[in-house]
T-cell receptor
Framework: DAKTTQPTSMDCAEGRAANLPCNHS???????VYWYRQIHSQGPQYIIH???NNETNEMASLIITEDRKSSTLILPHATLRDTAVYYC??????????????FGQGTRLTINP | GAGVSQSPSNKVTEKGKDVELRCDPI?????LYWYRQSLGQGLEFLIY????????KSGLPSDRFSAERTGGSVSTLTIQRTQQEDSAVYLC???????????????FGQGTRLTVV
């Protein structure tokens, strides 16, 4: 699996957009970019995923560069409840079905009042 | 059920004892994953079941660890002769995975906190 590189920690002011970068320079054509987050003492929570095109859902937006070597997760109006560890994961498109998720160390995002 | 259910939520055991951790995935989900997370650390992949295929056991740290999934639903993670370094939160996740379709999100349970004393 391709590896990802994320900053260890980031801070963002409440109400501002939080932009979390992820490098995945060795990603291959059949690999998706997934984002999960883990709020303290809870199990990880799916946020969003994409292949080539930018994606948006009710939680966040995912911007993937044209060469697919990096991506940015955007939380448009961060709240205190968005404080969590955010994981960027590269995952092969399954032929036989879903493939395992391999988590890195993630980015610890702290939203400040 | 509404989500992935794990039991017990907390388990304290004596060093050397065997423990069994249970995971009830979301009904109909064919993929099931086990992870563990030591205090302040990231998630460590343990084992992955996908339908009737042979499980991916590449993450199991030693032969003291084993897991099975009966009837394609409930899974049990067994740790034999527990050691203090086995203390961690053990997380289970499941996802629906229609063959030939793109990946789908995994839903995680709240975990079992195992403490070996």
């Amino acid at each position: 699996d391709a590896k990802t590189t994320q900053p260890t920690s980031m801070d963002c002011a409440e109400g501002r957009a939080a932009n979390l970068p992820c490098n995945h320079s060795t990603i291959s054509g059949n690999e998706y970019v997934y984002w999960y987050r883990q709020i303290h003492s809870q199990g990880p929570q799916y946020i969003i995923h994409g292949l080539k095109n930018n994606e948006t859902n009710e939680m966040a937006s995912l911007i993937i560069t044209e060469d697919r070597k990096s991506s940015t997760l955007i939380l448009p109006h961060a709240t205190l409840r968005d404080t969590a560890v955010y994981y960027c994961i590269v995952r092969p498109k399954g032929i036989q079905g879903a493939q395992k998720l391999v988590f890195g160390q993630g980015t610890r995002l702290t939203i400040n009042p | 059920g509404a989500g992935v259910s794990q039991s017990p939520s907390n388990k304290v055991t004596e060093k050397g004892k065997d423990v069994e951790l249970r995971c009830d995935p979301i009904s109909g989900h064919t993929a099931l994953y086990w992870y563990r997370q030591s205090l302040g650390q990231g998630l460590e992949f343990l084992i992955y079941f996908q339908g009737n295929s042979a499980p991916d056991k590449s993450g199991l740290p030693s032969d003291r660890f084993s897991a099975e999934r009966t009837g394609g639903s409930v899974s049990t993670l067994t740790i034999q002769r527990t050691q203090q370094e086995d203390s961690a939160v053990y997380l289970c996740a499941s996802s629906s995975s229609p063959t030939g379709h793109m990946n789908t999100e995994a839903f995680f349970g709240q975990g079992t906190r195992l403490t070996v004393v």
